[in-house]
């Protein structure tokens, strides 16, 4: 054996890992910490944390001690860490409300720093559309390549789902149902709950977070969007009861703005199919049914994912396959794909997909990680791999972009809009973005 | 023992049965010979058949010979039918395309007629809003008590699903989904399918009757209509495959008029609540789900009932309840509900109901048939009990009539409606009915 030749199968970087500067990593608390923090550990040839920004320093002093983060540099102000030559990449991981208030200056400053070629944002990346094309904007004319935490994306039982829709395993698609239940939003609020997420505007809501990220899981899914959709939202819950640790109820109630409830119906671009979503909130959880459902009908097979959260970017799913393959399934080539020796043209095909300790919340992010390493180190070795791309749209490989967040914007602002108005929208050039 | 004496549980009422006309029985084909009949043979001291109409009277022969309705006599012609003093009951179980066409010059020809007490159409009592109103007109001009057979309302599931959400042990209701699979208008019709079904306008279609008659129960069980509502309406097979009794493909491809998917969101005007529903039609049947399910969540539990095809009104189903019973429910008279003496607040109750056995095609219009028999001759001895009463409503008590039918004809053209105007519908007004 040769232990200096360097292995055919190694996932190790023949090359320096990408430098990371945190806004929003802290060690004590916070999304960060829980997701993108462990799912940069499990990638530690790919990446390195070389930089943290928050507005108090002591906490990003506390946090590289506490995480041994040996390679990183606390800065004390927004300028000098978007301004520093040791980052590569920018992960802005703090409350959607103050994302375009960092955002904006942070582009700005970082023209001083050559070496930036990633911004990776966190959905829903604004608190409305018009902030968000400003951050879009902002990002391309900096010319840096974004990322948006739309992490469903890369759940294996989504892409498996997308593998076997995509190759004619269910056939074509004729009708979708999908029902979930986001925890929040209910007759009672845990009394350590922060505040914002109950007021609207904040840019976490059953619409803007639990609806937005399964539609696009959805629309990636079937490679389609919507052309006609019609929606009601609904706030049947203007006061919610503070309750303890312990479930009991305090005796106070508090205002919610957010919705608690969200209908939403409409048809996919492709084959006009019909799709139906019922998205609520709140305790009590359902009984009879798990609180998140796709159900996806073919003319050759059916799929169910099934979650126990209405959070499917975040939850361990299963997936229920059963049908069988079209043999007339059509290549991108214009051929006929070729079929197995064995093949059986009725033959039904049954699969239940489940890991069972597969840690959702991590690994989606994880997953995303290891597509941007897998980008910049062209790890699957692509031929003539481009240094950019504006979106990820619905394929397989890539990760979603900040083009893709706004595509998304546009169906969340489509349903507000449909709800205001009372009407159906045609919304079939959504994704025909000219800004 | 006196045996002279009439027992105080006899069903057998102390009086002359109900003489029944019908039109469109016939021994050996069709509806009426399904259900009504199976349904009145069990109720032999309430009803007699005394009358048949049809086109063909040999048909009518035919009928009374094989079903040995020895005091029922073929009627030649709709007039004679129609004057005959020997019916106090007409029956209409023909194709709802001839209703309007065969109830108008009847109930003109029953002015003849001093003893027609009742009349009982089949739902969907007629083609379109404009022949339901004229026949209700008429009916109400020539002074019967109307019947109409959305039977699903005497479905034993639905009555106890109604008195579970009425007595308060789901609390308030906050959510409903629907999901049906009506058998019919998939991708392939069966050679021996008749052809009207097939054919908008015919009054027999995925809108008027699955969506109708599930839609009927929805507000019913829940004793509410609706406020707003969206509906789109897909015709995406419009052509079917022949199919034989085998099911194998004949080569041949027939036109579809009818719909074969319907998305329809709305709230109900009581606790605007959110309902969403997604009907479709055909085959492939859903793998991981039942063809029909009717998920209804409240504040203190679940309901969900389930069958095996997307027709609730016929279908034997399955009722699952979990929850703890409010006990702030108000009685009729303002007090508190006198609660059990073993009633522990904190309990949670489970209960599935289903009757194994329960032929629920027949059952439903045999009870139907017992409650206008249980009216007739005041079997519950209700004190002061008027000789006619123009709606059900949401009452447990009576029966489904006409008028019940004209808001339900109401609710299905504004599907039809908000599909062709791309609109949310107000549809508040809809059960104050003025003709």
Excluded at 204 to 214: A, E, K, M, S, Y
Excluded at 234 to 263: C, S
Excluded at 332 to 347: C, F, S, T
Excluded at 400 to 424: C, F, Q, W
Aim: hydrophobic share 40%.
């Amino acid at each position: 054996m040769d232990y200096n030749k360097r292995s055919s199968v190694s996932t190790v970087p023949n090359a320096a890992p990408i430098r990371v500067g945190f806004v929003g990593l802290n060690a004590a608390k916070g999304w960060a910490i829980k997701t993108h923090y462990p799912a940069i550990l499990q990638l530690s040839s790919q990446f390195q944390i070389t930089a943290l920004y928050s507005p108090k320093i002591e906490t990003s002093i506390a946090t590289i001690q506490r995480l041994k983060l040996s390679n990183a540099t606390a800065f004390p102000t927004l300028e000098s860490f978007a301004s520093s030559s040791t980052i590569d990449m920018i992960v802005i991981a703090i409350q959607v409300a103050s994302h375009y208030d960092v955002v904006m200056p942070l582009l700005e400053f970082s023209k001083n720093n050559p070496n930036l070629k990633y911004l990776f944002v966190e959905w829903a990346l604004a608190c409305s559309l018009d902030q968000a094309e400003s951050i879009y904007k902002a990002a391309a004319e900096r010319g840096v390549q974004t990322i948006i935490s739309l992490q469903g994306r890369k759940s294996p039982y989504i892409l498996r789902a997308k593998e076997l829709i995509s190759q004619g395993y269910i056939g074509d698609i004729n009708s979708i149902e999908i029902a979930g239940n986001g925890g929040w939003y209910g007759y009672e609020r845990p009394v350590k709950s922060p505040k914002y997420i109950y007021e609207i505007g904040n840019g976490v809501d059953l619409v803007t977070t639990t609806f937005g990220h399964t539609i696009d899981i959805l629309q990636y899914m079937t490679s389609s969007y919507f052309s006609r959709i019609n929606a009601m939202v609904f706030n049947n819950i203007p006061e919610q009861e503070l309750i303890d640790e312990r479930g009991n109820r305090l005796g106070q109630r508090v205002p919610k703005t957010v919705p608690d409830h969200l209908l939403f119906q409409g048809t996919l671009l492709n084959g006009n199919v019909p799709v139906s979503c019922s998205f609520k909130g709140g305790k009590p959880t359902k009984k009879f049914t798990k609180n998140l459902v796709i159900d996806i009908h073919g003319t050759k097979g059916d799929l169910k994912l099934e979650g126990d959260a209405g959070f499917a970017e975040i939850s361990n799913l299963v997936l229920y396959y059963s049908g069988t393959r079209a043999n007339d399934f059509p290549l991108a080539n214009g051929q006929q794909a070729p079929l197995d020796p064995g093949y059986d043209a009725g033959k039904e095909i049954m699969e239940v997909y489940h890991l069972r300790n597969y840690n959702a919340i991590v690994g989606n992010i994880h997953r995303l990680y290891q597509s941007i390493s897998d980008f910049h180190f062209n790890t699957k070795k692509i031929p003539e791999l481009p240094s950019q791309f504006v979106m990820q749209g619905f394929d397989f490989e890539g990760f979603p972009t900040l083009m893709d967040a706004l595509i998304l914007h546009r169906l969340i602002e489509s349903v507000y809009k449909s709800n205001m108005m009372g009407s159906t929208l045609n919304v079939s050039n959504i994704s025909h973005y000219s800004l």
